[in-house]
């Protein structure tokens, strides 16, 4: 979805976490819950690098600013949310980004989420010990 002054909007989801993200030009900072990118997420490389790879795939990682917004799950949950949505907010910025995002394997949505808890057991699979005699 385009906003009204050139920002681009994009939502993703991962587990239990949402995140609602602009892309607006700028210097390649990342803000996420009004604070820097790299103190939210507590300096782990591996999750800036998820949020940064869609960006670095088409060389705009200092053309742009991202902002984020998101709520639920755990930092692992929210930096793959954070990665979709900047994928998604990207192909709305121009059509022909879908492509080399989608071989890279960013536009595709991690469907896994925690399976429920069924009555007579104790977690969702896990059953009470069982006696013979």
Do not use: W
């Amino acid at each position: 979805m385009l906003s009204n002054n050139g920002e681009y909007i994009g939502i993703g989801r991962r587990k239990s976490s949402v995140a609602k993200i602009k892309i607006v030009p700028g210097t390649g900072q990342i803000e996420i819950n009004g604070r820097p990118g790299l103190a939210y997420l507590q300096y782990n490389p591996s999750y800036v690098a998820q949020i940064q790879g869609p960006m670095e795939v088409l060389g705009l990682s200092t053309k742009y600013d991202v902002l984020v917004r998101t709520n639920g799950g755990g930092l692992t949950g929210q930096a793959e949310a954070i990665k979709l949505g900047v994928a998604r907010a990207l192909c709305q910025f121009n059509i022909a980004h879908r492509t080399p995002l989608k071989v890279e394997g960013f536009l595709t949505r991690d469907a896994r989420i925690k399976e429920r808890k069924k009555y007579g057991l104790k977690k969702a699979r896990k059953a009470p010990q069982f006696s013979k005699r």
